[in-house]
T-cell receptor
């Protein structure tokens, strides 16, 4: 069975600082993809970044980077230079063997001015 | 293409009534997913289609729930004999069957918020 765990219900960060949101996963399948989504208070799910299990390098997308540690089964999201607009719920998700995506419980990030 | 469209945006219904939601995916996407999200929780997988075939259903999907994608385009999710516990945001997403391109992922609609009173 696949499982995604986000242990931080809430996180605070000062504007312009970097923040790391934790995500661990569990699967016995060697082929999987890891995703991070942002959900602002408006409710839409915004795709941020993707990491494939066979990718050799950590994924980066602008201010977002994914710290992929395969042996530890972790896929932490790093947001650099936080902005007030980054305040939102952040969800880690996994798709195993190209099947449907399963989500963690989420982390609420608050950026303080 | 304007993305994934869901209708209605909001639905209030009395307990025991049937409701139907519609999702129009991105036209070139062959996969369509339904999720349910309650306040403060992550989306819970309900079911997904590849073209018109329903490939997987969650155990969460009781026999009161049924989903269809008759021509491999839009999809409907019906809930019969609604209960107060069905109150949630119902999210639809679409994707291509194969990931691999940078930036690929699921594209979500804005959701249908169901309130059962």
């Amino acid at each position: 069975a696949q499982k995604i765990t986000q242990t931080q219900p809430g996180m605070f960060v000062q504007e312009k600082e970097a923040v790391t949101l934790d995500c661990t996963y569990d699967t016995s399948d060697p082929s999987y993809g890891l995703f991070w989504y942002k959900q602002p208070s408006s409710g839409e799910m915004i795709f941020l970044i993707y990491q494939g299990s066979y990718d050799q390098q950590n994924a980066t997308e602008g201010r977002y980077s994914l710290n992929f540690q395969k042996a530890r089964k972790s896929a932490n999201l790093v947001i650099s230079a936080s902005q007030l607009g980054d305040s939102a719920m952040y969800f880690c998700a996994m798709s195993v063997n190209n099947n449907d995506m399963r989500f963690g419980a989420g982390t609420r990030l608050t950026v303080k001015p | 293409d304007t993305g994934v469209s869901q209708n209605p945006r909001h639905k209030i219904t009395k307990r025991g009534q049937n409701v139907t939601f519609r999702c129009d995916p991105i036209s070139e996407h062959n996969r369509l997913y339904w999720y349910r999200q309650t306040l403060g929780q992550g989306p819970e997988f309900l079911t997904y289609f590849q073209n018109e075939a329903q490939l997987e259903k969650s155990r969460l999907l009781s026999d009161r729930f049924s989903a269809e994608r008759p021509k491999g385009s839009f999809s409907t999710l019906e809930i019969q004999r609604t209960e107060q516990g069905d109150s949630a945001m119902y999210l639809c997403a679409s994707s291509l069957a194969w990931f691999g391109q940078v930036g690929d992922g699921y594209t979500f609609g804005s959701g249908t918020r169901l309130t059962v009173v």
